[in-house]
Nanobody, 122 residues
Framework: QVQLVESGGGLVQAGGSLRLSCAAS????????MGWFRQAPGKEREFVATIRQTGRDTYYSDSVKGRFTISRDNAKNTVYLQMNDLKSVDTAVYYC???????????????WGQGTQVTVSS
């Protein structure tokens, strides 16, 4: 089992920045690729970013590429999502998730956090 707890969400104006954190406990954090997903009201959960176990490889959705950065600190059992130049369309609940593979499909992630709300005002 891996327990995940997100933090860092909040209300921010368009063009602003936020950094989300996801702290992991339980099984060895470094064994897992980590992903961020988001879900806006009335929409399906969508992939945002993922990072491999070593942190060397990252992948982003086209909608956030160039604005968001995923990173991890295996010594602290934490994955981060730095979000810059936020837009109103980024408003959603953001979830971190753990998987043995760094994929874009939520079906491959077996462990999920409870989510943190990000609201971008225009």
């Amino acid at each position: 089992q891996v327990q995940l707890v997100e933090s860092g969400g909040g209300l921010v104006q368009a063009g602003g920045s936020l950094r989300l954190s996801c702290a992991a406990s339980g099984r060895a954090f470094s064994n897992y690729a980590m992903g961020w997903f988001r879900q806006a009201p009335g929409k399906e959960r969508e992939f945002v970013a993922t990072i491999r176990q070593t942190g060397r490889d990252t992948y982003y959705s086209d909608s956030v590429k160039g604005r968001f950065t995923i990173s991890r600190d295996n010594a602290k059992n934490t994955v981060y999502l730095q979000m810059n130049d936020l837009k109103s369309v980024d408003t959603a609940v953001y979830y971190c998730a753990a998987s043995l593979l760094a994929t874009t499909s939520s079906r491959n992630y077996g462990f999920w956090g409870q989510g943190t709300q990000v609201t971008v005002s225009s």
